[in-house]
């Protein structure tokens, strides 16, 4: 079983930065992608910035030039560097990851972090 723990969500201003990371546990896995989603409430979930475990990123086109993800092969890792911040970024941003064991691939979801911009 594989978990990813997400963390850096919270309150910022207008223009301001924030940092998300979502670490991936377990036993005997590797990692394909990693990406980061988000979702308002009513609407569905987004994707926002994914990478492969080779390094490839690819952005929504909202957040081109002010979003960065990256990733830490080493620590199964993926941080989402979040910089000019607008209140239309406020969502609740979901880690995703394509994970294989023995073999399989299987998608996993995190919990969650919340992200709101004020105005």
């Known amino acids: 079983q594989v978990q990813l723990v997400e963390s850096g969500g919270g309150l910022v201003q207008t223009g301001g930065s924030l940092r998300l990371s979502c670490a991936a546990s377990?036993?005997?896995?590797?990692?394909?992608?990693m990406g980061w989603y988000r979702q308002d409430p009513g609407k569905q979930r987004d994707l926002v910035a994914g990478?492969?475990?080779?390094?490839?990123?690819n952005y929504a086109d909202s957040v081109k030039d002010r979003f960065t993800i990256s990733g830490d092969n080493a620590k199964n890792t993926v941080y989402l560097q979040m910089n000019s911040l607008k209140p239309e970024d406020t969502a609740v941003y979901y880690c995703?990851?394509?994970?294989?064991?023995?073999?399989?691939?299987?998608?996993?979801w995190g919990q969650g972090t919340r992200v709101t911009v004020s105005s």
């Open positions: 995703k990851a394509e994970i294989v064991i023995a073999g399989l691939q299987y998608l996993y």
């Open positions: 990478i492969t475990s080779g390094g490839k990123t």
């Open positions: 377990g036993n005997n896995f590797s990692i394909k992608t």
